[in-house]
């Protein structure tokens, strides 16, 4: 019997432990699920801001929220317009309700107050209460609902549904109450841990940065760099690892002809990871009156690689061409290896030209006694500064006179500093917009060997200490224990198991985003991992914290997705100082698999009209192709009521009204009687259309009103209500909440209803449904049956429906046979259309 026992006790441990396991996963995800629905978030579906002057009549969202002085005098001239129907007594007993009710609006959580984030339910007209706040509105100032719904401009829309409410308190907060109760007012003021880091970069359970991201540019070559000239236009030039460079303009837009094109002299192949090819241009500081670029590629010369650093001259002819025979080689750098090529050109602030070398190849820098890095009589291995300025008559470039080893024995005077392996992507930080401080610093990425990735501040004279050390640790131990070595040690260095190829980035100092401002942000080629580092201007240590995307609710904002490429390349800044990364699905120069991603922070903006440009304009030849976003988050909703309470009988109310408590007199009533008008709707508009809509039955008890192009006679029809035909190919929109723009996608074929499956379906193919039922265009596309599934009863008619967008009709697309499907209806696509 002890034997059993002893055998029984270690099994109910283990089921006991794996019980708390499971059940600390479980709240583990249910709090991660909570926590990505929260977010501040405006009602123009942009997050919230500090007003750039303190708020009058809100008052106390003058720190954060959604409003600045301009929308708070609007609110303010709402309530004093709906107060002058009070006397003393109801203005002081109702006008706090009135007052707080209309300055949600100018709560960072007002969208979710007004149930704004879901592209999917209408939008409230009044902010979301909690029951007992409610319930305190309607005891004290329950027949003010009508002065707020009259304010809104729609008197007549609701009367018949004040009349009803107003006297019925489980009905009146039904339509006022916000089922959330974390977040309706005033429960979401007072939730310590809603608002603990309330306006801050939101950060996930594990610490990790919460950002989201906006595709400006597709189709890319392996983009390998990104650039602005500084000249007002807020023009942007890509260039690409084959070796052109294009130009975008301020709309997204891309000229159609190549600011540069050296595909036949750079030096790459389609080889996935192939470090060689064009990678770099930089663009002199006073291009509008110097009118000169640089590049930095790969190139072969008698069978001999090279990296070849060249000048341009601005095309007389057209502002946004280089002149392609104005080419003059500055300097050319024998590689010993195909790889480690370096790849960097900058301007400092000093009006130098940095250019930023790699130690030639192979691993371990196995050349001569100490390597390439290590030797100053090379420039492998290196950053170099020179200058190009008045270089018209003589030689391409000059040593500027305090370069640290000018006066140095066998050094090579161009060496700015030494002890480099591979450094990939460095930029010049612009300084803190208000103070200045961090201005001209230089941060590179230095790509590792076998172990770890290093991040560098880079100093004049500096020995970065490659290949006698790797990050913080010796790689070489004779050369690492050389006293002699005075090496620089990295503000940040990460082990391979975080990536293995870092790309250097920027510090934000852009207008948009201040919760940034100050962060280097950087990542990593092979892991796609997106990193950031923080300076503590106390100690000049440098925190880390990883980039991670927001959820989907998070980035729930228009044009943002929160998504990317993993093979990042590269890292830019526009002329405003906005970050960007570029990226690849494909690490391969012919690959049409790049994109560029603009950073953005879901949690804080700069005040409307602070960061507003006006690009100057540019003269254009050619043409322009304008640009399509692959993916993207999309909002077309406008603000609609609050659902209506269904009633089953209605009554006629006059102005005299009977309460338990002391009423409260007003002295104007919105409306004298609020009669039921004959034949009010009860059901939802139908949009206007060209043509007369008749009306179907949807099933499920809804009502979609459909179009219909003609009487139409013989085969094909069945005859709808009213005795109408239906064609075969006709499709309709089964919603359960009663909307006729949104539903599940149902066909009419064989002389019934039936539904199609999500598989390759796309917006084309929505916006084909959308088009048949008098709308313009699909909003969303709905897959996993969200809009509803069909009763087991239902057929599944089509199925891989591919559509090209003009198609009359579905069964005019690329699908299977009619009945043949791999799905069932838990795949019933649904759309928006709008």
């Known amino acids: 019997m002890t034997l059993q026992t002893c055998n029984l006790v270690p099994q109910r441990i283990l089921q006991h432990t794996f019980f708390l396991h499971l059940l600390l996963s479980v709240l583990l995800l249910l709090l991660q699920a909570w926590w990505g629905s929260c977010h501040p978030q405006c009602l123009d579906y942009k997050p919230p801001f500090e007003p750039r002057q303190p708020l009058v009549f809100c008052k106390e969202y003058s720190k954060f929220g959604c409003c600045d002085l301009e929308k708070d005098e609007e609110v303010s001239v709402k309530f004093y317009t709906i107060m002058e129907n009070f006397d003393h007594s109801g203005f002081a007993t109702c006008g706090k309700y009135i007052r707080t009710i209309l300055c949600q609006e100018c709560s960072p959580y007002a969208a979710h107050l007004y149930d704004a984030e879901d592209a999917n339910t209408p939008m409230r007209i009044l902010p979301g209460l909690c029951r007992d706040y409610c319930s305190n509105y309607w005891h004290q100032c329950r027949y003010t609902l009508s002065l707020l719904l009259e304010n809104t401009g729609s008197p007549q829309q609701f009367a018949n549904l004040t009349a009803t409410i107003e006297d019925d308190r489980r009905r009146f907060c039904d339509y006022l109450e916000l089922k959330d109760k974390q977040y309706c007012y005033p429960n979401v003021l007072t939730n310590a841990e809603l608002n603990a880091n309330l306006g801050l970069v939101r950060e996930d359970p594990k610490g990790c940065l919460e950002l989201c991201l906006q595709e400006v540019a597709n189709g890319l070559r392996n983009p390998v760099a990104m650039i602005h000239a500084d000249d007002g236009t807020h023009r942007f030039f890509v260039a690409e690892q084959l070796g052109y460079v294009w130009v975008y303009l301020a709309n997204g837009s891309r000229i159609d002809r190549p600011f540069l094109n050296l595909t036949r002299a750079v030096l790459t192949s389609p080889w996935a990871g192939d470090e060689r090819g064009f990678l770099c241009i930089a663009l002199h500081p006073r291009f509008t009156t110097v009118r000169k670029a640089y590049v930095y590629y790969s190139v072969s010369v008698k069978k001999e690689e090279r990296i070849r650093i060249s000048e341009f001259t601005l095309s007389t002819h057209d502002d946004n061409q280089l002149d392609h025979s104005s080419e003059r080689t500055i300097l050319e750098v024998v590689e010993p290896a195909s790889n480690h090529n370096g790849g960097q050109l900058l301007f400092g602030h000093d009006g130098y030209l940095y250019i930023f070398i790699g130690d030639g190849g192979r691993a371990g820098d196995p050349f001569g006694k100490f390597g390439n890095s290590q030797n100053k009589s090379t420039l492998l291995g290196k950053a170099l500064r020179v200058d190009v300025d008045n270089n018209d008559d003589g030689a391409p470039y000059s040593i500027p006179s305090d370069n640290p080893f000018l006066g140095e024995k066998e050094a090579r005077p161009e060496i700015y500093a030494y002890g480099v392996r591979n450094m990939w992507r460095c930029s010049i930080d612009r300084g803190d917009r208000a103070t200045g401080r961090g201005r001209g610093r230089m941060l590179c990425g230095d790509v590792g060997q076998n172990k770890y990735e290093e991040v560098d501040l880079i100093v004049k004279g500096g020995n970065y200490g490659w290949r006698a050390k790797e990050g913080f640790s010796c790689y070489d131990r004779k050369l690492c224990q050389n006293s002699s070595l005075d090496d620089i040690l990295p503000i940040f260095a990460y082990p391979h198991k975080l990536g293995k190829s870092v790309t250097g980035g920027y510090i934000y100092r852009g207008c948009q985003m201040p919760n940034l401002n100050g962060i280097y942000i950087f990542g990593d080629f092979m892991s796609g991992r ?206 359960t909440d009663g909307l006729s723009d949104r539903g599940r996608v149902e066909i009419f074929i064989r002389g019934e209803w039936g539904t199609v499956c999500d598989d390759l379906f796309t917006s084309k193919a929505g916006t084909v449904v959308c088009r048949q039922l008098g709308f313009t265009t699909a909003l969303a596309v709905m897959k996993r049956a969200a809009l509803g599934e069909a009763d087991s009863r239902v057929r599944i008619f089509l199925d891989d429906v591919e559509c090209e967008g003009g198609e009359r009709s579905l069964l005019e697309c690329k699908r299977s046979r009619v009945g043949k499907h791999n799905c069932s209806h838990g795949e019933d696509v649904g759309v928006i259309c709008g």
Not at 549 to 577: H, V, W
Not at 583 to 602: E, L, W
Not at 688 to 706: C, D, F, H, R
């Open 530 to 735: 997106l990193m950031s580092l923080k300076e503590n201007v106390s100690t000049g240590e440098w925190q880390y914290n990883e980039i991670c995307m927001g959820t989907d609710q998070t980035c729930r904002f228009p044009k943002l997705i929160n998504s990317y490429y993993k093979y990042i390349i590269s890292f830019a800044e526009d002329e405003a100082g906005e970050l960007y990364f570029l990226a690849t699905g494909a690490p391969s120069a012919t690959a049409r698999a790049g994109v560029i991603y603009k950073i953005v922070d879901p949690s804080r903006r700069a005040p409307p009209g602070k960061c507003s440009i006006k690009p100057s304009h540019v003269q254009i030849k050619g043409k322009l192709i304008h640009f399509y976003p692959r993916e993207e988050f999309v909002i077309n909703k406008k603000p609609t009521t609050t659902p209506v309470p269904t009633t089953t009988t209605r009554k006629t109310t006059t102005t005299t009204k009977k309460s338990p408590r002391k009423p409260i007199i007003i002295i104007k009533p919105p409306m004298p009687t609020r009669k039921t008008r004959p034949g009010a709707l009860t059901t939802p508009r139908p949009p206007y259309w060209s043509q007369k809509p008749t009306l179907e039955t949807a099933g499920e008890g809804n009502q979609i009103y459909k179009r219909t192009r003609g009487r139409g006679r013989g085969r094909g029809f069945k005859r709808g209500r009213g005795g109408r035909r239906l064609r075969v190919g006709s499709v309709r929109l089964v919603s």
